[in-house]
Nanobody
C-alpha cells in the first residue's frame, strides 16, 4: 500500500523559510516522479514542483525560491521554500502516481 505523509508546515513571516517533507512508503521515490501541489482557500489546487531523477521543474510563481530534493535512504522528498510570500499561503500536498498525501498547512503572515 502506497502512503505519502507530509510534514513541516506552519506559520512563518514574509521572507522566511520552511522545509516540507513528504515521507513515502510503498514505492521508491528514486524510481518515480514526485510532485508538490498547493491549494489556497477558495482556489483550485495548483502544481508547484516536480522531481524525477535528476530533473526538476517549478511553477513560475515559485521558481528561484523553492527547491525540490529527495533523500533516497529515507525515501523522502523535500520542498525547501525560501523568501516566502503571503500568496504562498496554502495547504501543500505531495503526490506520486495517483497517490496523494493528506496535506500540510503553510501560512505566511506577519
Amino acid at each position: 500500500q502506497v502512503q505519502l505523509v507530509e510534514s513541516g508546515g506552519g506559520l512563518v513571516q514574509p521572507g522566511g523559510s520552511l522545509r516540507l517533507s513528504c515521507a513515502v512508503s510503498g514505492l521508491t521515490v528514486s524510481s518515480y516522479a514526485v510532485t508538490w501541489h498547493r491549494q489556497a482557500p477558495g482556489k483550485e489546487r495548483e502544481w508547484v514542483a516536480t522531481g524525477y531523477g535528476s530533473t526538476t521543474d517549478y511553477a513560475d510563481s515559485v521558481k528561484g525560491r523553492f527547491t525540490i530534493s529527495r533523500d533516497n535512504a529515507k525515501n523522502t522528498v523535500y520542498l525547501q521554500m525560501n523568501n516566502l510570500k503571503p500568496e504562498d499561503t496554502a495547504v501543500y500536498y505531495c503526490r506520486s502516481l495517483m497517490y496523494w498525501g493528506q496535506g500540510t498547512q503553510v501560512t505566511v503572515s506577519s
